[in-house]
């Protein structure tokens, strides 16, 4: 019943998505002809605005009901339009191109920072008092506030430029061959920005399991096992992690939502080729259906990993179900 | 032609190729010309590449790309309007200039070894006519018919006689009949291009398209390079750290400060230098009151301080322009009695007596009135991404503010500004403007109502909205001949009538850095011998057959 | 950093109304916190006066590394960074607070008028707040701000509109428990209208909560805003610290070793930022006393 209800709502929240995607790029001034033959600063000949209009196929005489019909339609064919910027290329190419680098510099900044984050959040909640314990939430915390992008600048800058430690841009080198050496160049270059994500991202982890934790060890059945003389490590470990654990499983699906959007920017300032970059060139050139369709996965992705995260819960907490 | 090459002038030199290579090759390196090495060229940043090889894109994402594999007709160069005959050995004008015949290039092999004919240059304009939207050029407002004559002549006729027309044709890149007959090439994504050019795909990555050398390419010997690398790059700052390290080599990207940022890093390999390419215009609506006025126009143009915004919105590169248009590159168009009407000043004083004179009045604020009576305000447009116009926007602003003009700035997206801009929507706003081989492709689309359409409809060029019969009277005259004579009087006629009736204010010859490394290549155009324009931009090829690797 | 709200469950920590003392007052990250917001917002009231020019005006030699005249440099334009990163501090300040406000009183309205009425106010309310919970703000607030070309009043308000989810749902639930509480039941039962539970009973006990939420909206708006500039999709004629990391990002200051145009923004907003979650992680401590206590092993 739980997952039942659970699955219902995604289900309306995509709908909302789509919907509230559909009607947005008709609000805006300006029209996607118009931006490409500025990007080309007069570059194009005299006949370039009319051929553009045909090309693009805009200034079509439909109602709003209508084109929001035929977007349903299309959506559902996953016919997700022609890309204006990579014209003529099918937006879901360009999806399917950048997609996977998202998923996976997003997937490992965010388990990294998960378990570091967690980690460190039982260590600074076990060993309460020690200098160390007591300065990590804060500085994790206080760094948690710095603009991802200027981290990110700083990071390129320091440890890409002058030092030369790390590539400044791609995913992966030029002609590697060998599926060792290519996985060992995608996390090469996937360092400093993972890094970057992990670094402003991990506070929230290390604040939330230290708080949880303090909460769960004053608990009676700690003070309990602690009377009964149990070793603290197994204490912290079986009894008190696991149940602060669980409040920060909800919250690993809630934080993907920033973590996309600070992967976003990061994207740009390392040059990798994900949704992220695509999403900002999409804006930047008003390309309508490629804006749509990458908005409208980023909102799927998340749904779907929010569904994932309620499967997992359902079954470590039999409590939910009766929710 | 869908990839127009308008703003790639540079001098001239029709026997230096040779020259050049020679020259440079005995001189900078100890091992001449030879067939191997690399490149990597970026020449503006575009984020990830997309599978898309077909030349007619509306795009411009890979446009640098498309032009290494496929050719035109025609290499244009030159600030005097030279070009080089390439795919078409040569052309003439008949039928009191109404019918061009071209004669093709013998021995031209596409790189899948068939060999290209008349049949390919009449399928590609004819494809053109049946797909409106790949026209970019709108070659079939000029042309009525195409025909082969034999497998290397072709003829094509024209309603009218026009002396552009030549130059907008020879820029179309040639497609081979046999693989493009059943495509849509509108929808094509032609992800396994054949053409004729020096370079043919290698492999596609959205992150780096490599192209290899096309061995069996009609300029026997060339290309010499063996690999050429097209990085993806998003944004330029990223391209700025690639050429500081070495890993680009060739780029044409803007960047303020290149002799610090690239060129002091190594100064014996790193160079720069500038293409020059039209104007940057500040477009006045001549529908609104009192810029229709012409003591205002002049009084603003003596307002504005032309230096100072090449030095702060341009960092020196973009130079400070005439007030006819004729580029600093085109000079040899102008007379001495043009050089001196033309010449902009900086005369805030004198602007503001010409607006006392012309009846506007200091109101109670210190700030003008028109003489109707009204506050004289301006609002200036200008587009968040082109952040050089932002700036020029802004300067421009405390410029006018100094002699007593109020200005309200709104910074918008591209699209709506260039909306706002060709609709007639806008009261002043910095835009480029048209250019081509020589003065009359920049002063013709900005002056005559041919370009220009009513308030509310897009104009192509004239977006100020100028009207004078003498313009199309003159424009008529230049296409009727191919005497350079009358070119040269028409010419002077209309920068005469630009100079002393400023339907839009020139502010700068647009001129934009390109960057290159002697370290591993060698064959560089240089200031000694500039043989060609250095920019990265839509496939260099002139320069690309010339470059080689130092060892 | 937002996870940490939500991961600490607002129920656990039952807010006394009588305390013997202000407890911030003697928990230093709290007092560096509060020192140093009231010194932004000192800057922010009195920075005409210590602007020494005009922000924008690109009068002076360009690229000039820090010295008497320009304590802070100037830019690539030929402006100076100490008089950009003063009046900087009022726009960025001002986002952060109004859209903070916004964001934490829809929280408020939404998270009480839920937790109190139930029923299918609370169903659709809930239903709402889940919604803008689960689609992620950043791209929403991109493509927004991108369609619709804001000036500082729209971003204020996109940015409200997309970050009060957060503080609903936390303020629903401890409203939810405060409702059944003994004295809000009782003044219920004595007859004290709606408003008069909610403003005298169940506001003052949530007032921990909702603080920690307006720190949290803010730093998220910070945040925003700073990167929205930073993509040229805010104003960028206005000076502001995301604008200034935008220009200088696009006159490549790092690159050009212009360190004095692209630090100092940057260290602002961090700096600003830090002293919101020093605030509101003293917060957390003294609400939550069991995290106070100190416990040596």
Redesign the interface.
Known sequence: MFLVKRAS??L??FW??ITLNFF??H??????????????????????????E???GVNVHQTLLQQYGIYLSHLAHGNLG????????PVS??IA??LPWTLFLIGLATIISFVVGNLLGIYAA?????PLASVL??AF??M???????VA??F??VF??LT?WFP?????G??VTGIFHRFGSIMYHATLPALTIVIT?M???M??????L??VL?EDYVILAEMKGLP?REIVANYAARNALL??I??FA?????V???A??TE??F?Y?GIG?????A??N?DYPL?QA??LI??TA??IA?FLVDLLYSRLDPRVSND | MSKNRSWMWAVPAASALFLAAMGSGAFAAPVGPHVGGSISIVASPHGPWADVFNPFAPGETQDDIVGDIYEPLVEWNGSTGAHKAWLAQSWAWSNSNKVLTLHLRHGVKFTNGQLFTSADVVFTLDMMKKYPAIDTSALWSYMTSVKAEGPYTVKITINKPDATFLYYLTGTYMVPASLWKNKNPVLWTDPNPVGTGPYQLKSFSPQNIILKRNPHYWQKGKPYLQTVYYPSATSNGSVILGLADGSIQWSSIYSPDLRNSFVSKDPSTNHTDVSSGGYDWLYVNLHQYPLNLLPVRRAISDAINRKALSVISESGYSTPSRLDGIDAAQSSWSTPALNKKAAAVYNPKLAESILAKAGFKRGPNGMLLTPKGKPFTVNLVTASSFTDFVSMTSQISSMLHAIGINTNITVTSVSNYSNKMEDGSFSMGVMWGASGPNPFYTLNPLMNTEYSAALGQPAPDNIERYSNPRVQQLANEYDASTSVAVHKSVIDQMANIMATQLPIIGLLNRNSPNEYSSATIAGWPTASNPYWDNSADVGPIVVLTQLYAKK | MQEASVVHDPTSSPVKTSKPRNPLWHNTKALIGLGMIALFILVAIIGPWIERYAPNAEIFIPGQGPSSAHWLGTTALGQDVWSQLVVGTRVSLLVSFLAGIVATFIAVLVGIASGYAGGWIDNILSILTNIFLVIPSLPLVIILSAYLHLGNWGIIFVIAITSWAWGARSLRSQALTLVQRDYVVHAKLAGQAWWQVIFGEILPNMASLVVSGLLFAMINALLTEAGLDFLGLGNINAVSWGTMLYWAQNSEALINGMWWWFVPPGVAIAAFGAALSLLNFSLDEITNPRLRQRKVR
């Open positions: 709502f995604y309306l929240t909302a998505a947005l790029p609000l805006m001034p300006g029209s996607a002809v118009g931006a490409v033959m500025a990007r080309a600063h007069g570059e194009m000949g005299p006949g370039a605005l009319h051929a553009l045909l090309a693009f022609i890309s204006f910027t990579y014209f003529p290329e190419q360009v191109s950048t076990w060993r309460r008092g020690r939430p804060i915390t206080v948690a506030a710095m603009p991802y992008f200027w600048l700083i390129l800058y890409g430029f030369g400044i841009t791609h995913s992966i030029t002609e991202s506070g929230g982890w604040v939330g399991m230290r708080n949880n303090v909460s004053s603290e409040p920060a909800t919250g809630m934080s993907l939502g920033f996309v959007g600070g976003l920017l740009i300032v040059s080729p970059y695509a999403l900002y060139q804006v930047t008003q804006m990458i908005f980023i909102v998340v749904l929010n």
